[in-house]
């Protein structure tokens, strides 16, 4: 596992261990991360939102400026990535 996905795992779980956190990391993201020592580089938004019982919320990628031959084959074949809890 590589350490960006690491990082992001571990404010997961600091998220629901610690109320507190959590709602500091949903009001001020890029000032939160940066005091656990995650760079936000200058003139990047960083958003957190919580999924409920009631809202999922789904990311929409940035469309890509070219596809490879494995991207081509999962949209041809119908592949999806997602992830419903």
Request: aromatic share 6%.
């Amino acid at each position: 596992m590589n350490d960006q996905a690491n990082q992001y795992q571990q404010l997961i779980a600091k998220c629901w261990a610690d109320e507190a956190f959590k709602q500091q990391l949903l009001a001020d993201p890029a000032e939160t991360l940066q005091a656990e020592g995650i760079e936000v580089p200058e003139g990047v938004q960083v958003r957190f939102m919580e999924n409920t019982a009631e809202v999922l919320n789904v990311v929409i990628p940035p469309k890509p400026t070219e596809l490879t031959d494995d991207a081509l084959e999962g949209v041809a074949g119908g592949a999806a990535c997602y992830s419903v809890l």
